[in-house]
């Protein structure tokens, strides 16, 4: 009879998950005992970062993705990035290797009786099956809960003895044939309900986000914006780019407060949310949930954040059915098209520090078509966006929960997911120390990543809630003597530390011929501008 490891290598290759990332440990080797020529595994030197590129790979694939951790305490190492992979709704299979089932019981080393309790409340799902028999159905009940919307990670508990038991075939026969698929077109009534209230307003709108960032989704709701010739906001916080920020229909992405989304969306009668929560707010500015007379519709895949709101009715879907369903009905209405957002050239400081915004424009004019970008620059994301120019989806991440550690790491995800498209990651100075194990892994397979480190000295991001939050001379916001250059240099990577402008713009020139991962450290003005 087959052991339980032939038998979980056989589905994993049904599955396509050949790849698995992970740091190892002694509960794990049996798993990985006569690892497979055709798989490969992507070693990272911290489970930060070992989930962070799992979950840059996965949202990079649209697949889900494998991932094998050391223990409780392994797995406890990767909460602060499990927090983004949830927010995300990111497709992670995740194992974690558990004692023998004989030593959970004895206080032994590397044995925690609770090891589901540990991920939660970021975790979907958690199990760890109560015999090593169930081993193969219990990762067939997790490849399918993940991938299930709400999209998101599950965790299994593997006992380091399961591997090497046998399994009745009978038992597992189907297992590799099964599929648990998601069908959500509305019926026909719900369809003219919505069609209707469409056609009878005046000034409608779309606010688009993350479940919009997909190839089915994508060209429908830039079809829909121009069929209904209506300004598109994205909505706030966005871990993606679900519309092109250069298309003339876009208008911005709207702040994260209650009295600032209200404040944008004043004139419309009705507001169309596609593919988001309503909404994600930061910062806390009081006020209306919407301007007095307008109505709102979301759909979204999430019952969850479909039922939170206390405001607008939503639909549980599957995003692009409908959207598909509504262009059938919709015929043009008597609208012109809104007048495109002007794009302001900035202006080229002569020395370093150079502001965010020219260096973001440089960007712009400068990184070769078809790049990927993963940002964790959080202090100014809204120069980032002002200036962003990408028109596929999948070309843009960005923590969704908002915690640090996500963004070096992720990178090396989404270059592996398909290493011809060059990846830029632009990095805050104080981020990069989060995730900077993944410079290891991103020199060993020599993924073409740029790693643009904006050097500002500090977390600026804290530093625009100061004065919003009325707080006076606050610790430990200050960053003095980070130099993620010589860092970069440690584990191998090219680095150059630039401070004159035509050096910045040969440099982002050169993305388009990099075969490797390289370190661009340039100085940037420390720029506070309040949230909301």
């Known amino acids: 009879m087959p052991t339980v490891r032939e038998t979980t290598y056989d589905l994993l290759r049904t599955w396509g998950l050949t790849t698995v990332f992970g740091n190892p440990g002694s509960n794990e080797l049996p798993f990985l005992d006569g690892f497979p020529p055709e798989f490969r595994y992507v ?33 406890g190492n990767a909460m602060g990035v499990l927090a983004n992979t949830r927010a995300s709704h990111t497709p992670l299979v995740l194992t974690a290797g558990q004692q023998a089932r004989s030593m959970v019981g004895l206080g032994s080393v590397l044995a925690e009786p609770a090891i589901t309790r540990v991920p939660e409340p970021q975790v979907k799902w958690a199990f760890e099956p109560a015999k090593a028999q169930d081993v193969p159905r219990a990762l067939s009940e997790a490849f399918h809960l993940a991938t299930l919307p709400p999209a998101g990670p599950v965790l299994v508990s593997l006992p380091m003895d399961d591997w090497a038991q046998e399994v009745d075939a009978q038992e597992v026969v189907h297992l590799p044939g099964r599929r648990v698929r ?67 229909l876009w208008r911005g992405v709207l702040p994260p407060s209650i009295a600032g989304v209200s404040e944008h969306l004043t004139g419309h009668d009705l507001v169309l949310v596609v593919g988001a929560p309503v909404f994600r707010y930061h910062a806390y500015r009081p006020g209306p949930w919407l301007p007095e007379g307008t109505e709102l519709i979301a759909l979204s895949a999430d019952a969850a954040s479909a039922s939170r709101p206390a405001f607008g009715d939503a639909v549980v879907c599957d995003v692009a059915e409908v959207v598909g369903q509504l262009l059938e009905r919709l015929p043009p209405p008597p609208r012109t098209w809104p007048t495109p957002r002007e794009l302001q ?35 100014n994301t809204t120069q980032f966006w002002n200036h962003l120019d990408l028109d596929r989806p999948r070309s843009l991440f960005f923590p969704a929960a908002g915690g640090l550690g996500f963004g070096l790491p ?59 939050l009325g707080i006076t001379d606050p610790p430990g916001l200050d960053l003095p003597g980070l130099d993620a250059a010589r860092i970069a240099l440690g584990y191998g990577i090219p680095a150059q530390q630039l401070t004159d402008g035509e050096e910045v713009v040969a440099a982002l020139d050169a993305t388009k011929s990099a075969s490797g991962p390289r370190l661009l450290e340039i100085p940037v003005r420390a720029e506070t501008r309040p949230l909301g």
């Open 345 to 379: 050239p900035a202006p080229r400081p002569e020395t370093a520090p150079f502001t965010a915004d020219w260096l973001f424009a440089q960007m712009a004019l400068r990184l070769p078509p078809g790049v990927r970008m993963v940002n964790e620059s959080t202090s």
């Open 43 to 75: 070693l990272g030197l911290h489970e930060g970062a070992v989930v962070a590129m799992a979950d840059g790979y996965a949202q990079a694939t649209g697949r889900p993705a494998l991932v094998n951790l050391h223990s409780a305490a392994g797995l």
């Open 182 to 248: 998601w069908a959500g077109a509305a019926g026909p009534e719900l369809i003219s309900e919505l069609t209707d209230r469409l056609r009878k307003a005046t000034a409608p709108a779309l606010v688009v986000g993350p479940e919009a960032d997909d190839e089915r989704v994508f060209p429908l709701v830039v079809e829909l914006a121009e069929q209904l010739r209506v300004p598109v906001w994205t909505a706030p916080t966005p871990p993606r780019c679900p519309f092109p920020p250069r298309h003339p």
């Open 410 to 468: 992720a990178a090396v995800g989404v270059a592996l997911a398909d290493p011809t498209r060059p990846v830029v990651a632009v990095l805050g100075d104080g981020a990069v120390q989060y995730g900077v194990a993944g410079l290891w892994t991103a020199t060993q397979w020599n993924l073409p990543i740029t790693f643009v480190v904006l050097r500002n000295g500090g977390y600026g991001a804290l530093q625009g809630f100061v004065g919003q």
